[in-house]
């Protein structure tokens, strides 16, 4: 790690890893990210473009490699590899294939503690114990980690905040996405105890995971739900990829919208990723086997496999993320108190948010990153779902003293828009928009109480019968006496008018303006031989 003797003054740069270091050293692929290295006693890089500012001068030390060759440095200059992360005195080495940080020299110039683990390394500034700085491990190297990482991982808010934000993530998940809070050993959350106690799993199998994306697709349908939404849904289906498990999840008000749906879906797939789905994979339901189902399936040459009857576990991989992703809402709805019939916005903000995770099945890769590698993670800093929000009110003609916002109820984000989605209570709509302040301590429903307003509750009237019930009284039959028929209704009508010779008649009433005991006519019988003729009294 010190300066070697030479001629002139040497830095040394070496990076350890299995393997011969010095095909390591010289390999001319492209540059990668910043690695922390134990054994360079300076910054170097051979990055041009990854200096704001570098001099050129002919005092410069050569630098020895690990493999004993020497290289020469053209300049020095600063490097900015973090905002909160400046390196000062970086060699520019055109020769060298990496992006090296000194361990030594950071810690003695930006006075900060260095943690090293199995996966990741965190830095940390000594005086504030603010983290400035997140690496991974990756083929024994730690990269440090680039500023496009999601913002929510190097933040400084607290435990408890960040979790509720994510969609309540485990524990390992938790600490891989926040390096920072590796040390938990236990998170105190009663909202995830509620919404995802669980009895103890059966052994885990091994699966053939597929080696290109929609080579195999899982999907199932959820539903019915005993409370439908706020937009009238029961059920939804979701369609995951096996390759890199992205989930796409679309609501439905029932069963026979899922062709039209799958429709939809399999054009998107063709049009975005300009692939076709090979195999698609569902549980023995009905709605999988219609007739326009089955042949679209033919037409398109997709490959049907289905679960056979009662047997679940042919359809894992769609089963186990629909209980993924009710756990969630369920966790969610109760730590915000949200009435359940809003569930649709909270299995879609659940389905958001878990494409957003680290899979143990991807070996902790990121489902929307392996898919989508050219994307940011998150368009927009993830909220604790179902707290008080307040949404701009950008409506032209506004009173100047008229409210500026909104108050309203945040119901997720957007898919195909850079906004969140918001619900306001008093006029019924939904508002997406980027201009939203949020509560994120104060949940919009304060108790389980006001979860439900009062106007949803029909009231009963309740009747409470009688003690004792009186004994009904005797009936006895008397004959009916012999009904003349009335004469018709405009003959009756018309000779109780008054005849005037000088004014003309009243128009007569319409028959359906009259009350209904005038209107009903009776029904009068014509028996020539009624049967009080045939009877004998003794």
């Not at 993830?382 to 950008?394: D, E, K, M, Q, S």
């Amino acid at each position: 790690m010190a300066p070697s003797s030479s001629a002139s003054q040497a830095s040394v740069a070496s990076v350890a890893q299995p393997g011969n270091a010095s095909s390591c050293l010289t390999h001319t692929s492209s540059l990668g990210p910043w690695i922390l290295d134990s054994g360079a006693s300076d910054h170097l890089s051979g990055n041009k473009d990854l200096f704001p500012s570098i001099t050129t001068t002919s005092a410069l030390p050569n630098v020895t490699l690990a493999n004993g060759s020497q290289i020469v440095a053209k300049g020095i200059g600063l490097a900015l590899p973090l905002p909160s992360l400046p390196l000062t005195s970086v060699l520019y080495t055109p020769k060298c294939p990496f992006n090296l940080i000194s361990i030594s020299k950071i810690t003695r110039t930006l006075n900060c503690s260095i943690t090293f683990s199995d996966k990741f390394v965190t830095l940390q500034d000594r005086s504030t114990g603010k983290t400035i700085g997140i690496g991974r491990e990756s083929q024994g190297l730690y990269h440090l980690t680039s500023d496009s990482s999601p913002a929510v991982c190097i933040s400084t808010d607290a435990p408890l905040l960040i979790h509720n934000r994510l969609g309540h993530p485990s524990l390992s998940k938790f600490q891989k996405m926040v390096p920072r809070f590796s040390t938990l050993s236990s998170f105190p959350c009663e909202s995830c105890h509620l919404g995802k106690h669980t009895r103890v799993s059966f052994p885990k199998r091994l699966n053939n995971r597929a080696k290109s994306p929609f080579e195999l697709v899982h999907t199932d349908v959820w539903g019915p739900c005993r409370t439908v939404s706020t937009l009238g849904f029961q059920y939804f289906v979701t369609f995951i990829d096996d390759y890199s498990r992205y989930t796409w999840l679309f609501l439905m008000k029932n069963r026979a919208e899922l062709f039209s749906i799958f429709q939809k879906f399999y054009a998107e797939i063709q049009t975005q990723f300009n692939i076709s789905i090979r195999v698609l994979r569902s549980d023995n339901a009905r709605e999988y086997f219609s007739a326009p189902f089955t042949s679209f399936m033919s037409h398109h040459g997709i490959l049907h496999q289905s679960s056979c009857a009662h047997t679940p576990q042919q359809n894992g991989v769609a089963e186990r993320k629909n209980r993924h992703l009710v756990e969630t809402v369920r966790t969610i709805l109760l730590h915000s108190n949200v009435p359940f019939r809003f569930w649709g916005d909270a299995v879609l903000t659940a389905c958001y948010l878990i494409n957003r995770m680290p899979s143990s099945v991807l070996h902790d890769q990121i489902p929307h990153s392996l898919l989508f590698p050219d994307q940011p993670l998150y368009f927009l800093p993830p909220r604790v779902f179902g707290c008080t929000c307040f949404v701009h009110i950008l409506t032209p003609g506004q009173d100047k003293l008229s409210a500026k916002a909104m108050k309203c109820l945040f119901m997720g984000y957007s898919r195909l828009q850079k906004g969140y989605r918001c619900y306001s209570l008093e006029t019924h709509r939904y508002f997406i928009s980027a201009n939203v302040t949020f509560f994120e301590d104060s949940p919009f429903f304060s108790t389980t109480s006001e979860s439900l307003p009062v106007s949803e509750v029909l009231p009963i009237h309740i009747v409470s019968p009688p003690d004792a019930m009186p004994p009904r009284p005797l009936q006895v039959y008397h004959r009916r006496p012999r009904v003349v028929a009335p004469l018709p209704f405009a003959e009756a009508l018309a000779d109780s008018l008054p005849i005037h010779s000088a004014s003309p008649a009243p128009a007569l009433p319409s028959p359906n303006d009259l009350p209904i005991a005038v209107r009903k006519c009776i029904r009068s019988t014509r028996n020539p031989h009624p049967i009080y003729n045939f009877l004998s009294y003794h």
